[in-house]
């Protein structure tokens, strides 16, 4: 069984109309498989959302530390005057893990905005990519958007890679996109080691001060969890 | 059986494509046979249609030009700049060598692809179907060769397109330039024409260890042209390959740079600037490949878009596992003017190798209504208030032209489109 | 009785580019327990070095030499093993942890080491009481504590912030890293104060200094000038006078 591959295809959809919210928090915690990536669930899933009413929101926000392979990209189709989108996301991988997950924002009403923020890790030999689109139409005056892009690589033998793709048919819209690959660096863990922290309790901390913008969207007792899975996610990645 | 559907615009040259000789060309046209011309379904050329070329097949062009056409295309161009006039310079009319119009340089040597051709060894056909096209139907072009420790000064690369009326018709220059180690040279190609024509060279560039090269490309194509230019660089150790692309005129256009940083502490920049308006459609895309440890890539592109014009930036920063201290640098930004101007960007980080410093970023907007007012309260019509800030957003980048004569050229091409398109 | 600390032969270099560096070169220096040791010297001969193979970082390779601590072998120790043995450095630039909360990084600290020490683990609300107290006498402001490690923080407030890691960490043994320079005299002060809040029998320091000043309020036992990467001469505190007013070059050719 545990060799086997598992398949997760669940299909979510979320619909906001006018002034409602809906705030969608995933941690997913799936098997990923063992170190060579023998077994493992296979997450394809699809996350939808529009916000139709004028000034709705949608939130998306997600951990994801397991699976084998993972592959989501949920979407917020802002059709609403005033409407926001929001992605946020935190994908680690480790030994033979991919993440491919990112998310597609569509502007398609005046002063729609989105935020998109994010952050992954990469340990092992796992490769971890955040594939988005954002788009604004014609009729999206005064639409914004800001993207932030943050990867982390933990050893050599792991990928990380950034593929946004910015499509903007108004003048009057803002939008950015930010991103940068780094690595932890020498000084910081040893400025850790220094106070006495053992070498995965610094990278832990690290890693969850790298993903805070993300973790603090959580409701709390999720980000208790979601802290800590992390650091499980990691285990043995340094050293 | 060539289909137009999964082939893209392959079947306009099917007559030129049979009976060819040579294995490179041979090889060249099974490797377009296999993959076709390429459409938006290619991720590649996701947004960019080779529609623009049209439907009526493409020929090999005349061999007989109008002087007169030729030589006002290369006056105005020095008109523009007149610094440039002092320079050697190498004319090609339609994709051929034009002596009368040429001055050789002298501290460099310069061969003829239609005497010797040579296809390099970085672009690759199979790869690539534009230059595995290119490699098929090449005629002539011009290799240059600096020798060691060398400084081939400033050298002109002038490739003018004349179309003519009721002839569809298609050249594919073949170049090649070739730094030892230590050599320098300033190449400053200026595509130039008029009317409607396929203008498709390919630049084959490789910089020895310790060797600069700064290549200045401007695209001022005629107005029904459609202009791709694919370049492939090798830089070796401690080599620098400068690169800067001006996107002006032609109805499509399409800058292509495919530079490989092949050994340590080798750097690479990749600029450019975008200036349409009209249906212009502009394309700049890239391909840093960091293969050796302690490279730098520097990238900084930005568009205007006036009038219906789409700009497309697609920048892909690839670093291997080999390339540690990787240093990586890009930027993408865009100032639409209009409402019905369009930027679709794609800046893209693919990285294997852990301890490198990469960041990219991107920006769309419109001019800032604050500055604009600022100005205009201080008395600047509304027009060159508009210009003012324009420049302003293009200034920096245009700075990054080492050569002064090639960035003066790229300014005064840029005011001349500024007002062309204030007037239009 | 061994003594508390114990460098001997101490010679370690660099791998700067592919270039092997040697930097230190033969370092000896004992200090007993309860004392205060001063390490003078020109820029670039090999204070902070020295100063970072004791704290354990890897990038300098020892190529011989032996560093005794309170009996131990200090080289063969991982750095937060130092840490919980009581080392503290207190570094001359300190590095920046952009989204780690000070208050946060402070108690993962203290109680990684109290675990080491085998103390018991402070809960948040005993933490926050002791770093809130902690930083007050260090004249902080309060939302420091609130702030990420070091970032956007100032030359002046890194190095408080240094001062208020060691108070709360309790060392027997700090290192002191050049922490005056750059501070007005009322930080000079606080450091200084902090400082010999933990003198005791049991605790020495070893401070990195260019200046007089900060040693007229600690009040060290000894002075050694380093130079190239050794100790050239130890004296009594005058030492530091001297060199205060006549400079290191009158020493660095009597040493030749
Ligand atoms: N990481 C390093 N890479 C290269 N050289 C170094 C490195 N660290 C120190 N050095 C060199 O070693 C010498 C001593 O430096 P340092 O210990 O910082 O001196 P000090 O603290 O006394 O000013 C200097 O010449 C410095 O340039
Ligand atoms: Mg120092």
Not at chain 2, 173 to 202: K, M, T, W
Not at chain 2, 205 to 211: L, P, R
Not at chain 2, 414 to 423: C, F, M, P, V
Not at chain 3, 133 to 151: C, F, G, I
Request: glycine residues 10%; aromatic residues 6%.
């Amino acid at each position: 069984m545990r060799d086997e591959n598992q398949l997760h295809a669940a299909v979510v959809e979320l619909v906001a109309m006018d002034d409602a919210s809906i705030k969608y928090s995933t941690v997913q915690n799936w098997y990923p498989g063992d170190e060579e990536g023998r077994g493992g669930i296979y997450n394809f899933v699809t996350k939808r959302g529009a916000c139709r009413g004028a000034r709705s929101k949608i939130s998306w926000t997600q951990v994801e530390t397991g699976s084998a392979i993972t592959w989501k990209y949920p979407s917020c189709i802002l059709q609403g005057e005033g409407s926001v989108g929001e992605f946020y996301s935190v994908a680690v991988t480790n030994n033979c893990q991919q993440a491919d997950t990112g998310t597609k924002m569509i502007h398609l009403g005046r002063n729609t905005r989105s935020t998109i923020i994010a952050k992954t890790i990469s340990a092992g030999r796992s490769d971890s990519t955040y594939r988005g689109l954002v788009r604004v139409q014609p009729k999206a005056s005064g639409a914004r958007n800001f993207t932030q892009c943050d990867s982390l690589l933990i050893g050599d033998r792991c990928g990380a890679h950034t593929v946004p793709y910015i499509e903007c048919r108004n003048m009057a819209a803002r939008v950015e996109h930010e991103a940068t690959t780094s690595k932890i660096s020498e000084d910081q863990l040893f400025y850790c080691r220094q106070r006495g922290l053992s070498e995965e309790d610094a990278v832990g901390l690290i890693v969850n001060g790298f993903c805070r913008d993300v973790l603090k969207e959580l409701p709390m007792e999720f980000a208790v969890e979601a802290q800590k899975l992390l650091q499980i996610s990691l285990e043995g990645s340094v050293g | 059986m060539i289909s137009p559907d999964r082939n893209g615009p392959l079947n306009l040259f099917t007559s030129r494509l049979e009976g060819i000789t040579g294995a490179e060309r041979q090889q060249a046209v099974a490797a377009l046979q296999r993959a076709g011309l390429p459409t938006r379904r290619v991720e590649a050329w996701k947004y960019t249609a080779l529609r623009a070329l049209g439907q009526s097949s493409l020929s090999a062009p005349a061999a007989l030009y109008d002087a007169k056409a030729a030589r006002a295309v290369l006056d105005d161009v020095l008109s523009a700049q007149d610094s440039l006039a002092s320079l050697p310079r190498l004319v090609f009319v339609n994709g051929r060598h034009a002596p009368e119009l040429s001055v050789l340089p002298k501290a460099v040597t310069v061969t003829f692809f239609a005497d010797t051709p040579r296809f390099g060894t970085a672009a690759a056909p199979d790869r690539d179907p534009l230059v595995a096209l290119n490699t098929a139907l090449a005629e002539d072009g011009a290799q240059i060769q600096v020798e060691a420790g060398v400084d081939g000064g400033a050298l002109v690369l002038l490739s003018i397109g004349l179309g003519v009326q009721g002839s569809a018709f298609s050249f594919h220059p073949r170049h090649a330039v070739i730094l030892a180690s230590d050599a320098r040279l300033e190449l400053i190609c200026v595509q130039a024409g008029q009317g409607a024509y396929f203008h498709n060279p390919v630049t084959d560039i490789s910089v020895g260890s310790g060797a600069a090269l700064e290549h200045v490309t401007l695209q001022l194509e005629g107005a029904e042209a459609v202009g791709l230019g694919t370049v492939y660089a090798d830089v070796a150790s401690e080599g620098v390959y400068d690169s800067f692309a001006l996107g002006v005129d032609g109805l499509l256009l399409r800058h292509e740079v495919h530079a490989r940083l092949g050994a340590s502490r080798a750097a690479v920049h990749v600029n450019g600037v975008q200036r349409l308006g009209g249906s212009q459609v502009g394309d700049m895309t890239s391909v840093i490949t960091h293969a050796a440890p302690d490279c730098i890539s520097r990238q900084t592109v930005r568009n205007v878009l006036d009038g219906h014009a789409r700009g497309v930036f697609q920048g892909k920063v690839l670093v291997e596992q080999i390339a540690q201290k990787t240093d990586g640098y890009q930027m993408n930004q865009a100032l639409l003017l209009s409402p019905d101007a369009e930027i679709d960007a794609k800046p893209e980080l693919e990285i294997y190798a852990d301890d490198v410093r990469c960041s990219h970023g991107a920006t769309v907007g419109a001019l800032d209504d604050e500055q604009l007012f600022y100005l205009r309260s201080r008395g600047v019509p509304e027009a060159q208030a508009r210009q003012i800030l324009i420049e302003a957003f293009l200034d920096e980048t245009l700075g990054l032209i080492s050569h002064a004569g090639a960035q003066a050229l790229c300014r005064a091409m840029l005011t001349r489109k500024g007002a062309a398109g204030e007037s239009a | 009785m061994s003594q508390f600390l114990e460098i001997s032969g101490l010679n370690a270099r660099i791998d700067a580019d592919g270039q092997e560096k040697q930097i230190l070169r033969g370092v000896d220096l004992s200090i007993p327990p309860g004392e205060v040791h001063v390490i003078m010297g020109p820029n670039g001969s090999g204070k902070s070095t020295l100063s970072y193979v004791l704290a354990g970082r890897d990038d300098y390779e020892v190529t011989s030499g032996s560093v005794q601590f309170q009996g131990q072998d200090l080289l063969a120790m991982e750095p937060e093993e130092r840490a919980a043995a009581g080392l503290f450095l207190a570094f001359q630039s300190p590095v920046e942890l952009p989204g780690v909360n000070n208050a946060n990084f402070l108690r993962t600290a203290i109680n990684a080491v109290r675990r080491a020490r085998g103390q018991e683990e402070l809960d948040a609300v005993a933490f926050l009481k002791l770093a809130r107290e902690a930083a007050k006498t260090l004249s902080m402001a309060p939302d420091m504590l609130k702030r990420n490690v070091n970032v956007g923080f100032s030359g002046g407030e890194k190095k408080r912030n240094e001062v208020l890691q060691m108070t709360l960490l309790q060392p027997t043994f700090a290192i002191l890293d050049e922490t005056d320079s750059g501070l007005d005299v009322d930080a000079l002060r606080v450091v200084a104060e902090g400082v010999n809040r933990l003198r005791a029998p049991t605790f020495s320091a070893l401070v990195i200094t260019h200046h007089q000043k900060l040693l007229d309020y600690l009040v060290p036992d000894r002075i050694h000038v380093m130079a190239k990467g050794r100790i050239i001469l130890s004296g009594g505190p005058e030492l530091a006078r001297q060199i205060d007013q006549e400079g290191y070059a009158k020493f660095l050719s009597e040493a030749a």
